[in-house]
RNA sequence: GGCCCCGUAGCUCAGUCGGAUAGAGCAUCAGAUUCCUAAUCUGAGGGUCGCGCGUUCGAAUCGCGCCGGGGUCACCA
């Protein structure tokens, strides 16, 4: 049980005595408590401001009903104190072996630490990147990549039971021109002179190779065969060498999928996948023949006003009916999205959540209301958007052009920058906000960079016990004279303050993962590894906050285990948003 | 024009479920290393939380209306 939740509990037994005793009505509704840090550390170690959420209900002055809660507050396990403070806060203050003791249960715990079963196995989906098949991954699906990467590492680590996803959008008229496009490089390959790329296909050097093994392979069969013989051999070997490529490209950010779902399968085989999704909602009235009004920015002639078949989306608070087929008859994308939504729904996931670039926002409501209409309202999709990252290169915008074939790719980025700044730089940042990302920065300067002030305090800690060696070789960290030393040493405030740093990371960890937000996870290492450099230069000054005392073993040990314990928190930490922690710097 | 995101120190950004005197980094200024890695630390200055109204015991946080910046808006994916 965490700190927080050890408070909590305590008051909420605390309010049942009271109203027992008959403080309060007896048909007062005892409301959860709630208990969080203060924002100042001079006003204890945890707060709650129950007294003022209870004072309306029950009809008594906040500070009264705190001092009420005070009395049955003091004396109790662990409790060095207790005030009433400001309107009536609730402010308790632990007795130091409360402390103490949770650094040996830290190091007892080691990386299931901070992992309370929020999750209890559920099972969650979560789906990001699904980049088109259409060529390498640039820099604008990395924070997504990321994110989602993070989000799932965090997800997972309270418990909860993760399928990660990436939705092959390989169905589409997009990947008929990546076929045509192969289709020329094929020829080029067998040493034809194709000249320029045509307007409208994809002019990439990367499809080269696909052309020249398909020359390989099929020799000049197809070379002057209509599209028809050819089209479907083609398009599928472009895919794959596409999704190859972004699984290398996702490898090298240390990113991985269970599932990669094609959408082309969803009407593979004889099924029609899509249509049976649409029937669902057809059965329950939701599908139906209308036309839209033209959007009042759109002024362009080459609007239609035409019947189209729509989805009623509407009834679950989207602005307006979205339309399932094309005007040749074919479904749209969106039809195929609500196949796979209701494929994830058989597949038994009542929690999911996507993972969108911003300039995708525009579909979210109709996302939602399809989820909705799929469950009847029983599963919950969550759809985080992440917000456009803006390349900089010493504080000037990097210019990016597909034409001119300057744009960059996220293995430039990586190559450049390194797997471990990227990630952390893209989750140091709220998801919706946006991002400005300078190269040089990240680079040049990188002692301002805070991915290498978190991993240095890794790193130092690992230093630590490399140096303890010497002088204590039987001191390891998962030593039994470390695991078992005796902490009341550690009784100076900024071993404490260091420790009490270390006991919020449940609730942290807790709190980002409800909203799903890992960012939280990052500020929350930054000062974590604030906490870690503070204690150790302070040791300058005050030589018994060293953690080394060659004189004195036990002290050595105790110390030993705040830096054991502070590491094993860096490191949970780091792995949850998949950097590395490393043992030194150089 | 509709919808979404953002607006907090000179700059880049945090701010937990509505809580106490709004924080950090950079930049500026003043300091710290015979000693576990100075990729570090200590201190100082710096604020109309875009503006207004409302809800509340209490608002950077919630609601409404403005202002400014960005994204997006049948049929593509």
């Given at each position: ?218 020799g000049r069969t197809f ?213 400005d990302f300078d190269f ?68 942290l960890v807790q709190s ?75």
């Amino acid at each position: 049980m965490n700190v927080f939740a050890l408070v909590e509990a305590r008051i909420a037994d605390a309010l049942k005595a009271l109203k027992s005793e008959g403080f309060f009505n007896d048909d007062l509704a005892l409301p959860n408590v709630e208990a969080e840090v203060p924002r100042d550390a001079s006003h204890g170690d945890v707060a709650s401001n129950i007294a003022m959420v209870l004072a309306k209900p029950a009809k008594t002055k906040p500070r009264e009903i705190a001092e009420a809660i005070k009395g049955k507050l003091e004396g109790g396990d662990d409790i060095e104190a207790v005030s009433v403070a400001g309107p009536g806060f609730l402010n308790v203050t632990l007795a130091p072996s409360y402390w103490q003791n949770l650094v040996a249960s830290i190091l007892k715990q080691g990386s299931a630490f901070g992992q309370p079963d929020l999750g209890q196995a559920k099972k969650v989906n979560v789906e990001y990147v699904s980049a088109n098949p259409t060529g390498p991954m640039h820099v604008g699906h990395c924070r997504g990549a990321v994110f989602g990467d993070a989000l799932a590492n965090l997800l997972e680590f309270v418990g909860y039971d993760v399928a990660r996803e990436y939705y092959i959008n390989d169905a589409g008229g997009q990947v008929d021109v990546l076929a045509r496009s192969v289709h020329l490089r094929y020829r080029e390959a067998l040493g034809e002179d194709i000249g320029a790329i045509p307007e409208g296909l994809y002019p990439g050097d990367y499809l080269k190779p696909v052309g020249a093994t398909l020359a390989k392979a099929h020799g000049r069969t197809f070379v002057d065969a209509p599209e028809a013989d050819w089209l479907a051999v083609f398009r599928s070997s472009a895919i794959d060498a596409m999704m190859d490529m972004i699984r290398d490209d996702l490898a090298a950010l240390n990113i991985r999928h269970d599932v990669f779902f094609s959408e082309a399968s969803l009407t593979a085989n004889g099924n029609d996948g899509v249509k049976a999704a649409v029937d669902v909602l057809a059965n329950k009235g939701l599908i139906y023949k209308g036309t839209l009004e033209r959007p009042k920015g759109h002024e362009g002639e080459d609007w239609e006003d035409r019947e189209q078949t729509l989805f009623k989306s509407t009834d679950f608070g989207d602005d307006e009916d979205r339309a399932i087929q094309k005007s040749d008859g074919s479904y749209t994308y969106f039809a195929g999205d609500i196949a796979y939504h209701l494929n994830k729904l058989e597949r038994g996931f009542l929690h999911l959540i996507n993972v969108f670039g911003a300039d995708h926002v525009g579909y979210i409501s109709r996302m939602k209301a399809a989820v909705k209409a799929l469950s009847e309202g029983k599963a919950d999709l969550d759809i985080k958007v992440c917000q456009l990252v803006k390349l900089f290169r010493g504080g000037e915008p990097v210019k990016m052009s597909k034409r001119a074939g300057t744009f960059v790719t996220l293995r430039d980025v990586v190559d450049e920058v390194g797997r471990d700044p990227v990630r952390f730089m893209m989750l140091y940042r709220k998801n919706d906000a946006s991002l400005d990302f300078d190269f040089a920065k990240v680079t040049e300067q990188s002692r301002d960079n805070p991915v290498f002030y978190v991993q240095y305090a890794h790193a130092r800690a690992a230093s630590v016990f490399r140096r303890a060696r010497e002088a204590f070789p039987e001191l390891t960290a998962d030593s039994k004279s470390v695991l078992e030393a005796d902490l009341s040493q550690l009784k100076d405030p900024a071993d404490l303050a260091l420790i009490k740093r270390l006991a919020f990371f449940p609730k942290l960890v807790q709190s980002a993962a409800r909203a799903h937000e890992p960012h939280r996870v990052a500020f929350y290492l930054y000062d974590l590894a604030s906490e870690f450099h503070g204690l150790w230069t302070r040791g300058n000054d005050l030589p018994q906050l060293r953690f080394i005392h060659e004189d004195d073993e036990s002290l050595t040990a105790a110390r030993l285990a705040l830096v054991a314990a502070t590491q094993t928190v860096l490191s949970a930490g780091l792995g949850v948003l998949g950097v590395e922690a490393p043992e030194a710097m150089r």
